[in-house]
């Protein structure tokens, strides 16, 4: 536990509305505990983020050890100025990706050894791990679909262009780990609509946060709304 905050993050491929519904549980939550709720996002969840970000996503290629190392060096400044001050205030964290991501892409899609990844990442945080992972799931060609149909898309990045096969693996491996460790992941069916998804994340971490579910609520949940980030600006 990373008591007295509490540490939340969001997994799963591109569009598969990680943020959306992070944002609809950061608002939730903070109505119904009081606390602070810190919304956060990697890669670039912070200045040097933002600059790291685009050299991994939109910059020269690169082989699958500098793209590792470079995601583990967002992470490192991330969850120095930005998570662990925020969990020893005793914030909600709410993050959209953390180190499953790495071990998904960097291990699942680019073939690096997953226990390398994971270590790396765990060095990089001094062992920092997520109380709760919501993992959104969805088929790669319905997400790449919706992304498409996003008002705010733009240029496929390095990542994206990596073909069917690579995301394939990567939602594999993102089911996996999920399967591995029940007692950290939450696994939900991400084509269900907005709302649903939403309410069932609240059935379900209220029954691991010890909070009374308040499934009516999340009727009003909002209707989709792309992209938005709170810990810093919108991310290129
Ligand atoms: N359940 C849903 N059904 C249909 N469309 C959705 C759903 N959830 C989100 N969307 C839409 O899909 C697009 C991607 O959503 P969102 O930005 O929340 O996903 P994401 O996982 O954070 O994406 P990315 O990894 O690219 O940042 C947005 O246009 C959003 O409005
Ligand atoms: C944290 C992290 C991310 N990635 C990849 C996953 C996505 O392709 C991008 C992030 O873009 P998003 O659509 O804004 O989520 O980066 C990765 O490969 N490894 C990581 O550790």
Do not use: C
């Not at 491929?13 to 919304?39: C, P």
């Not at 490192?76 to 925020?86: D, I, S």
């Not at 990045?157 to 591995?180: C, I, N, P």
């Amino acid at each position: 536990m990373n008591a007295p905050g509490y540490f939340i993050s969001f997994e799963g491929g591109e569009g598969v509305g990680k943020s959306t519904q992070s944002r609809l549980l950061g608002d939730w939550l903070a109505g119904l505990t009081g606390r602070e709720v810190v919304l956060t996002f990697e890669p670039g969840g912070t200045a040097l983020g933002k600059e790291l970000r685009a050299a991994v996503m939109h910059g020269q290629d690169m082989g699958p050890r500098a793209e590792a190392l470079i995601y583990a060096a967002d992470r490192a400044h991330h969850v120095e100025t930005v998570v662990r001050p925020a969990l020893e205030r005793g914030a909600v964290v709410i993050t959209d990706r953390y180190l499953d991501s790495s071990v998904a892409y960097q291990s699942g899609g680019r073939d690096l050894p997953g226990h390398e990844v994971e270590h790396l990442s765990l060095w990089a945080t001094k062992g920092l791990r997520p109380d709760i992972t919501v993992l959104l799931d969805l088929e790669p060609r319905v997400a790449a679909a919706r992304r498409a149909a996003a008002e705010d898309k733009g240029a496929l990045d390095r990542l994206e262009r990596a073909g069917l096969d690579f995301h394939t693996r990567v939602r594999d491996t993102f089911l996996q780990r999920a399967a591995a460790e029940p007692g950290r992941w939450v696994v939900i069916d991400a084509a269900a609509p907005v709302a649903d998804i939403q309410a069932q994340i609240r059935v379900d971490l209220s029954a691991r946060l010890g909070l009374t579910p308040v499934v009516a609520e999340a009727s009003s949940a909002a209707e989709p709304a792309g992209g938005t980030r709170t810990a810093d600006e919108d991310p290129a």
